[in-house]
């Protein structure tokens, strides 16, 4: 049985840090890339953006630009976990954050748009983040 499992939201003030957890299990990131994705208060699902992704083909990483540079995935290959290394927090990163695995042929998909979001066959429930003074 799949699963995903996020944790680690929290009230942070700008720029400040905070790292998201992904508890992941019943497949392999050998097969299946893993994505962060985020949903802003007021959004609809549709509305959700695909900001980091691990693809499963050659473990690299990828972010859409305005998160890259700030925001880091790091994988734990013992525990099963795909973190989200969050820094220079600002206020537009505020939103409830889920991770989600798809097969995607080895590669990446993130950005906006329910063609994304479809591509994705498991998601977890969502953890969220408030970046607030």
């Known amino acids: 049985q799949v699963q995903l499992v996020e944790s680690g939201g929290d009230l942070v003030q700008p720029g400040g840090s905070l790292r998201l957890s992904c508890a992941f299990s019943g497949f392999s990131l050998d097969y299946y890339s893993i994505s962060w994705f985020r949903q802003a208060p007021g959004k609809q699902r549709d509305g959700r953006v695909g900001i980091a992704c691990l693809a499963s083909l050659d473990g690299k990483t990828h972010y859409i630009r305005s998160v890259e540079g700030r925001f880091t995935m790091i994988r734990d290959d013992v525990k099963n976990i795909v973190y989200l290394q969050m820094n220079s927090l600002k206020p537009e990163d505020t939103a409830t954050y889920f991770c989600?695995?798809?097969?995607?042929?080895?590669?990446?998909?993130?950005?906006?748009?329910?063609?994304?979001?479809?591509?994705?066959?498991?998601w977890g429930q969502g953890t969220q983040v408030t970046v607030s003074s």
């Open positions: 989600a695995a798809g097969r995607l042929g080895g590669g990446c998909l993130i950005g906006i748009g329910r063609a994304i979001l479809d591509k994705y066959n498991y």
